[in-house]
């Protein structure tokens, strides 16, 4: 007969504190209609919204129009002059007359003044580039100016991915950890109430008491830790993704994704060649030795074809367009240029840059050697942690099974209340340690998959 009494008031105890907690859970939280995110969409809000995504999308597009500006320097050069000019002050140049008339010694001069008063000349000039290595090698540069550009873009929407999805995670970790801190509350709840009932019946030590009340009060820190930091990581995303107020951060993750796809990742190939940073230090190099190139081409030969056509005027008073002044002028012809020197140090400038390639190159291969670094140690990490979460699961589900044996055998008299009260402190330790370890082995994850050039697995998986 006790002993159907005591389990009565076990039931009912429990059935108390799950109402009394549950209540506290629906109050604490605003209920509405909740809108679920996942994290393809929270990546592509991400992209679409950032102004600083948005202005590098504007760079490549500047750098595209510089590309197409570029191709017009092989189109004909064509130039329209006229000039209508007055000359108060004639030249005067001395001609030697003895040369065109024999009847002065051959040594005579003579000063004679050349032109009008007034001339005016109107004329079209047109240049066609035949051969111009340099403009070749410039139209490349501006190509790969495109490339590194798209680079640093791709770098950029790579480094948001990362943040984007960090944060998204440790939303749907946080998400686990308020139900779990939930759980907890309502288990402590209900040891304490029974602890409670043996106090009043003066079978228990204030003490004991203490200790199961100090048990709940820690749960429910947690909980609340856990759900302010919740909340903390929805306002940035909420930041990441463009959207603003914290009214809108009553939403949902895909928790499933979390919870099934962390182990499915830990055996991706590695592809740094993947890896925006490494594409664009290659590409710096590139360019930088692509300016070499441009270099050697400005001391190189051009060919292009010249012509002329228009005419002059010559008149003593201001008249534009007196009969029989106007003279026609014309020519066609092949322009030869070949730069012997420049007024600049060459090989300086070509060591230069030659160096500064060789930079590059050197600082990409550093570069890739760390990040082969780091998927190694975030890979050890991971074996490392997964090995530790598997045994805090299996140790924390033989802690929950004895607490409950514990409130049973409490509630019955025949187990003690320090017992209980260890217990449920101990797995409160272990809760916390697995969580912690649970957000490690993301972290770790996440820089294995950043690390090897797969980071948008997690978006396109």
């Known amino acids: 007969m006790n002993s159907d009494s005591s389990?009565?008031?076990?039931?009912?105890?429990?059935?108390f504190g799950f109402v009394v907690v549950a209540l506290l859970m629906v109050l604490s939280v605003p209920v509405c209609a909740q809108r679920t995110i996942t994290l393809p969409q929270a990546i592509k809000n991400a992209l679409q919204q950032r102004k600083q995504i948005?202005?590098?999308?504007?760079?490549?597009?500047?750098?595209?129009?510089?590309?197409?500006?570029?191709?017009?320097?092989?189109?004909?050069?064509?130039n329209l002059a006229y000039s209508y000019?007055?000359?108060?002050?004639?030249?005067?140049?001395?001609?030697p007359i003895g040369v065109f008339?024999?009847?002065?010694?051959?040594?005579?001069?003579?000063?004679?003044?050349?032109?009008?008063?007034?001339?005016?000349?109107?004329?079209?000039?047109?240049?066609?580039?035949?051969?111009?290595?340099?403009?070749?090698?410039?139209?490349?540069?501006?190509?790969?100016?495109?490339?590194?550009?798209?680079?640093?873009?791709a770098q950029t929407e790579y480094q948001l991915g990362f943040d984007v999805a960090a944060v998204y995670i440790d939303i749907a970790l946080q998400d686990a950890k308020v139900r779990s801190?939930?759980?907890?509350?309502?288990?402590?709840?209900?040891?304490y109430q029974l602890l409670l009932n043996r106090y009043e019946q003066q079978r228990l030590l204030k003490s004991e008491l203490n200790k199961a009340r100090i048990n709940h009060n820690n749960a429910l820190q947690q909980y609340r830790n856990a759900v302010s930091k919740l909340i903390e990581d929805k306002v940035y995303l909420l930041f990441l993704t463009g959207e603003t107020g914290v009214?809108?951060?009553?939403?949902?993750?895909?928790?499933?994704?979390?919870?099934?796809?962390?182990?499915?990742?830990?055996?991706?190939?590695?592809?740094?060649?993947?890896?925006?940073?490494?594409?664009?230090?290659?590409?710096?190099?590139?360019?930088?030795?692509?300016?070499?190139?441009?270099?050697?081409?400005k001391y190189l030969p051009t060919v292009s074809m010249k012509g002329f056509v228009g005419a002059n005027q010559y008149t003593n008073n201001f008249d534009p367009i007196a009969a029989n002044t106007w003279f026609g002028l014309s020519y066609v012809g092949i322009d030869l240029k070949y730069p012997l020197l420049s007024g600049e140090h060459k090989h300086n400038r070509v060591l230069q840059l030659e160096m500064q390639s060789g930079q590059y190159y050197q600082q990409k291969e550093d570069r890739a050697a760390e990040y082969d670094k780091d998927a190694l140690l975030a890979k050890l990490n991971m074996i490392r942690?997964?090995?530790?979460?598997?045994?805090?699961?299996?140790?924390?589900?033989?802690?929950?099974?004895?607490?409950?044996i514990f409130q049973d055998r409490v509630a019955e008299g025949q187990e003690s209340a320090v017992s209980l009260n260890l217990e449920e402190a101990s797995l409160q330790v272990l809760d916390?340690?697995?969580?912690?370890?649970?957000?490690?082995?993301?972290?770790?994850?996440?820089d294995y998959l950043k690390a090897t050039g797969n980071l948008e697995l997690l978006w396109k998986h």
Do not use: C
Request: proline share 4%.
């Open 7 to 15: 389990s009565k008031k076990t039931l009912q105890y429990r059935a």
């Open 54 to 78: 948005q202005a590098g999308k504007s760079n490549e597009v500047i750098r595209r129009l510089q590309t197409e500006a570029l191709y017009r320097k092989y189109w004909p050069q064509i």
């Open 85 to 95: 000019m007055y000359n108060p002050i004639l030249q005067t140049s001395i001609l």
């Open 101 to 153: 008339n024999p009847a002065y010694p051959a040594d005579a001069t003579k000063s004679i003044q050349f032109g009008t008063k007034w001339s005016q000349a109107a004329g079209l000039t047109v240049n066609q580039p035949l051969i111009d290595v340099a403009i070749n090698r410039q139209l490349n540069e501006a190509k790969l100016q495109q490339r590194v550009a798209a680079a640093a873009q």
């Open 181 to 191: 801190a939930t759980a907890d509350t309502i288990r402590t709840r209900i040891s």
């Open 247 to 297: 009214d809108q951060t009553d939403f949902l993750v895909d928790t499933v994704f979390v919870n099934h796809t962390a182990w499915s990742f830990s055996d991706v190939r590695p592809a740094t060649l993947n890896i925006p940073e490494l594409q664009q230090l290659q590409l710096n190099g590139d360019f930088a030795a692509l300016q070499t190139k441009t270099e050697k081409a």
């Open 385 to 404: 942690v997964q090995s530790e979460m598997e045994t805090q699961m299996e140790n924390r589900a033989l802690s929950i099974e004895s607490i409950a």
């Open 432 to 446: 916390a340690a697995y969580q912690s370890n649970r957000m490690q082995y993301w972290l770790y994850l996440l």
